[in-house]
T-cell receptor, first 111, second 114 residues
Framework: KAGVTQTPRYLIKTRGQQVTLSCSPI?????VSWYQQTPGQGLQFLFE???????NKGNFPGRFSGRQFSNSRSEMNVSTLELGDSALYLC??????????FGPGTRLTVL | AQSVSQHNHHVILSEAASLELGCNYS??????LFWYVQYPGQHLQLLLK??????LVKGIKGFEAEFIKSKFSFNLRKPSVQWSDTAEYFCAVSFSGGYNKLIFGAGTRLAVHP
């Protein structure tokens, strides 16, 4: 069974731009969560989607948003990029159990 | 606020040494506990998990962890480490009502020297 896939793997943007990251969960998984990983703050929860509904949200500004489609694929968007948004963005999917399976991440660099 | 603490940020061991990484969380209710590992250049992988039942859980690659509810701890152990265990280890907790929200510790970088 294929794992969680994330595209693109690397992105370079400049301040003020916006970016959209994509995540395809493991087939059959309906829950998708997003995390931000930085050297300073570690791994922080962004939000979780289940059946196209946002079920939980972390403490990030409104510039960070997401959505989930009917096929469970998810996207997250960051608008008005800041230097501090440079990070590895991880997506995780989950089936009916409690275990989350992580993708390889998208490395975003903001210049 | 709910939080997870990992006591050691960097650990250096020689091969065959024993490993114990500490993890404590702050929450008095029901928790689900996880240890993830991130090998260099690879994505996060689950080592082991605890939901309920026997507080001593065994994971992959010879790792085990013990849940001590009275101490709010979930320490990771391995009796004999190998060079291939060099990685970063993250303790994570999900709390009742938090659905899939995982709260991670800061991570412990383990370097194993041959």
């Amino acid at each position: 069974k294929a794992g969680v896939t994330q595209t693109p793997r690397y992105l370079i943007k400049t301040r003020g731009q916006q970016v959209t990251l994509s995540c395809s969960p493991i087939s059959g998984h309906r829950s998708v969560s997003w995390y931000q990983q930085t050297p300073g703050q570690g791994l922080q929860f962004l939000f979780e989607y289940f059946s196209e509904t946002q079920r939980n949200k972390g403490n990030f500004p409104g510039r960070f948003s997401g959505r989930q489609f009917s096929n469970s694929r998810s996207e997250m968007n960051v608008s008005t990029l800041e230097l501090g948004d440079s990070a590895l963005y991880l997506c995780a999917s989950r089936n009916q159990g409690l275990e989350q399976f992580f993708g390889p991440g998208t490395r975003l660099t903001v210049l | 606020a709910q939080s997870v603490s990992q006591h050691n940020h960097h650990v250096i061991l020689s091969e065959a040494a024993s490993l114990e990484l500490g993890c404590n969380y702050s929450y008095g209710g029901t928790v689900n506990l996880f240890w993830y590992v991130q090998y260099p250049g690879q994505h996060l992988q689950l080592l082991l998990k605890y939901f309920s039942g026997d507080p001593l859980v065994k994971g992959i690659k010879g790792f085990e962890a013990e849940f001590i509810k009275s101490k709010f701890s979930f320490n990771l152990r391995k009796p004999s480490v190998q060079w291939s265990d060099t990685a970063e280890y993250f303790c994570a907790v999900s709390f009742s009502g938090g659905y899939n929200k995982l709260i991670f510790g800061a991570g412990t970088r383990l370097a194993v020297h041959p």
